[in-house]
């Protein structure tokens, strides 16, 4: 019986699976040359991708978490889209996707998840103070950060509450 010894080249099949997975992954922002950093410092990054209301992407591939303002759920696995969570990602999205931010760190460098936490500057604008003004976020005071932030995020909240804006509406 005559054996016949094939050569191992890939499949067609394959090296399209291989091909689309570089398009996604170049299309939806992945860099395929890059780790994300274990570091981060203060300073001007270019945000690639808005993950929901508070959480950020940059060019990077680094994770930002706001610092103070919490935002309704939108993404949390195996946890339903929370009212105004989509308005509050599609505020970010509009203020910061695709520009460059200035971040500060102020307390804690990271959270349980690993994400980096920042104040995120648009121009003159802080980025979290705005999102609790809108009432698309909550000030969220409980973490060590500054007192004259926190005054300013709580001071954002009344307004907004007084206002009956976003979460805040009846």
């Not at 080249?9 to 040359?33: E, H, K, N």
């Not at 930002?64 to 105004?84: C, F, K, Q, S």
């Not at 500054?146 to 976003?166: F, T």
Request: proline letters at 5%.
């Amino acid at each position: 019986m005559a054996y016949r010894r094939h050569k191992k080249t890939p499949s067609l099949a394959w090296a399209l699976i291989v091909a689309l997975f570089v398009v996604l992954r170049w299309y939806f922002g992945g860099d395929l040359s890059s780790d994300p950093p274990t570091v981060l410092q203060p300073g001007v990054y270019r945000v690639r991708r808005v993950v929901d209301g508070d959480t950020l992407v940059l060019a990077n591939e680094g994770r930002v978490r706001l610092i103070g303002a919490n935002t309704p759920e939108t993404v949390r696995p195996n946890h339903p889209v929370e009212p105004w969570g989509p308005e509050a990602t599609e505020f970010t999205r509009r203020l910061v996707a695709g520009r460059d931010v200035r971040l500060e760190m102020d307390g804690r460098r990271t959270d349980k998840y690993g994400r980096f936490l920042a104040h995120v500057w648009i121009d003159d604008k802080w980025l979290g103070e705005e999102l609790v003004r809108a009432g698309l976020a909550k000030a969220e005071t409980s973490y060590h950060f500054s007192a004259d932030r926190k005054k300013r995020l709580v001071a954002a909240q009344e307004q907004a509450r007084l206002a009956e804006r976003g979460i805040w509406s009846r």
